[in-house]
């Protein structure tokens, strides 16, 4: 009997010690003070890490932009007909919810091919 609470015991300090980790999750506002722009730079990936538990804010004002996830050929032909899914608030967070390559673009004319454009990693 006292085994099996020395056990129980081990067991919830265990769980205690997993749920005490502090999350690591982290907010990343796209183009930093820039944010979402046509002057948005295209080296603002340049050192980041992207993990499973992030989130993207894509702050811009409304009716100037808009976001769309999109796959990997419509983001190299800049082609806005077919979203994942579409952010138009101005202040748009996106969850980073599983591992692999994410494609966002604005979906104003020309704006993609001016550069408003970002590929991500994001690693599990």
């Given at each position: ?14 769980t205690v010690a997993f749920l005490s980790v502090p999350a690591s999750a982290v907010v990343y506002m796209v183009g ?93």
């Amino acid at each position: 009997m006292a085994s099996r609470q020395v056990l129980l015991l081990a067991a919830a300090a265990i769980t205690v010690a997993f749920l005490s980790v502090p999350a690591s999750a982290v907010v990343y506002m796209v183009g930093d003070e820039a944010g979402w722009t046509l002057d948005y730079p295209a080296t603002w990936t340049d050192g980041k890490t992207f993990r499973v538990g992030d989130t993207l804010m894509f702050m811009y004002p409304v009716g100037s932009h808009t976001v769309l996830e999109v796959r990997a050929d419509d983001y190299k032909a800049c082609n806005v007909g077919h979203p994942i899914n579409s952010w138009s608030s101005g202040s748009d967070s996106v969850m980073l919810d599983k591992a692999g390559s994410r494609w966002f673009v604005c979906s104003l004319p020309d704006h993609c091919g001016l550069g408003m454009q970002l590929t991500i990693n994001v690693v599990g």
